[in-house]
T-cell receptor
């Protein structure tokens, strides 16, 4: 089976940096995804990691350690519009986009 | 290129009625995935389809739920004899191949009264 854990809620200040952690246990692994979801809207793809290391994309970076079953999403220079849920999801071997999602982390950015 | 289109955006059904949720994938996308998001919970995979074929339905409830993706037209998720516990947001995603990024639609919010 698969199990994904991430904090339920986080609060951060505008302009700051926040790190959202995700730990997982899975019998097969084909990559880890991060999605952003504003309330009542569709999840939007942020990043995909399949190899260990850091992937940087503008203000957002994602890190993966397969041996530790651990990932984090790093958001820099926080803006109010970054207030959203951040979803960690994993794909099993040959599963492509049949993803197992964590419960999501609700991030609140305060002025 | 329009995104993944789902309709209706909101659907209200009485207990025992049928709900039909439609998903038109992005142009050129032949892989469709349905997910369900219960209130305050994460997304749960339901079914993966390619044109005219169900590839994996391991996340689909055994009864009352069915999905299709015909040669022509949108993918349909059908829920028969709906119950209050079916109230959720149902999201469809599509991708051009199995291993490329999937794009999500805006979802259909089903409320069973």
């Amino acid at each position: 089976g698969q199990n994904i854990d991430q904090p339920t809620e986080m609060t951060a200040t505008e302009g700051a940096i926040v790190q959202i952690n995700c730990t997982y246990q899975t019998s097969g692994f084909n990559g880890l995804f991060w999605y952003q979801q504003h309330a009542g809207e569709a999840p939007t793809f942020l990043s995909y990691n399949v190899l260990d290391g850091l992937e940087e994309k503008g203000r957002f970076s994602s890190f993966l350690s397969r041996s530790k079953g651990y990932s984090y999403l790093l958001l820099k220079e926080l803006q109010m519009k970054d207030s959203a849920s951040y979803l960690c999801a994993i794909s099993k071997d040959n599963a492509g986009n049949m993803l197992t999602f964590g419960g999501g982390t609700r991030l609140m950015v305060k002025p | 290129n329009a995104g993944v289109m789902q309709n209706p955006r909101h659907l209200v059904r009485r207990r025992g009625q049928e709900a039909r949720l439609r998903c038109s994938p992005m142009k050129g996308h032949s892989h469709v995935y349905w997910y369900r998001q219960l209130p305050e919970e994460g997304l749960k995979f339901m079914v993966y389809l390619q044109k005219e074929n169900i590839i994996d339905e391991s996340g689909m409830p055994k009864e009352r739920f069915s999905a299709e993706f015909p040669k022509e037209g949108p993918s349909i998720l059908r829920i028969q004899q709906v119950v209050r516990g079916d109230s959720a947001a149902y999201f469809c995603a599509s991708s051009p191949t199995l291993d490329t990024e999937a794009f999500f639609g805006q979802g259909t919010r089903l409320t069973v009264v």
